[in-house]
């Protein structure tokens, strides 16, 4: 007797090729010399998944975005601090300039791989350039049903 890798039903016929419970195609359930660990245990006839582990960063999606945006400010004060004294105003806009088309590269970078996390449309991402249009990704709600 084997189990459905997708919802975990009981499969009885070693040839079935699509689960009765869920109508998802199996994978190969005879054992492989070339798998070396089972994707589930089954555990007194009992279908256990197996553990994902979501590092910090997938865990708290909205303190990601946050962070981001901190991180991109603090390196542009201590630029300007750090540079300051010696910058012509001109040097200080284009730097101000330069710094404002980093936070959108770098913003939507960290928005999108969010979105996708959250499993929301990347149509989102044309908030970005609108001040304070970020805030909208601290709002959505993430549809991810499971890690």
């Known amino acids: 007797m084997s189990f459905c890798p997708n919802c975990g039903a009981k499969v009885d016929d070693e040839t079935a090729v699509f689960c009765v419970e869920c109508g998802r195609q199996l994978r ?3 054992p492989s010399a070339t798998r070396s660990a089972p994707a589930f245990a089954p555990v007194s006839g009992e279908f256990v998944p197996e553990e994902v582990t979501l590092n910090w960063f997938q865990r708290h999606l909205g303190w990601t975005i946050v962070l981001t945006w901190f991180a991109l400010r603090l390196g542009g004060v201590i630029v300007i601090v750090s540079l ?3 910058m012509t ?11 404002y088309l980093v936070g959108i590269v770098v ?3 960290v928005c ?5 996390q959250k499993k929301r449309s990347l149509w989102w991402l044309l908030l970005i350039p609108v001040p ?4 909208v ?3 959505l709600e993430n549809k ?4």
């Open 28 to 30: 190969d359930l005879r």
């Open 84 to 86: 300051g004294p010696t």
């Open 89 to 99: 105003p001109e040097a200080a806009s284009a730097f101000n300039g330069f710094s």
């Open 107 to 109: 913003g939507s970078i």
């Open 112 to 116: 999108g791989w969010v979105l996708r």
């Open 132 to 135: 304070f249009g970020w805030w």
């Open 137 to 139: 990704f601290l709002l």
């Open 144 to 147: 991810r049903v499971e890690p």
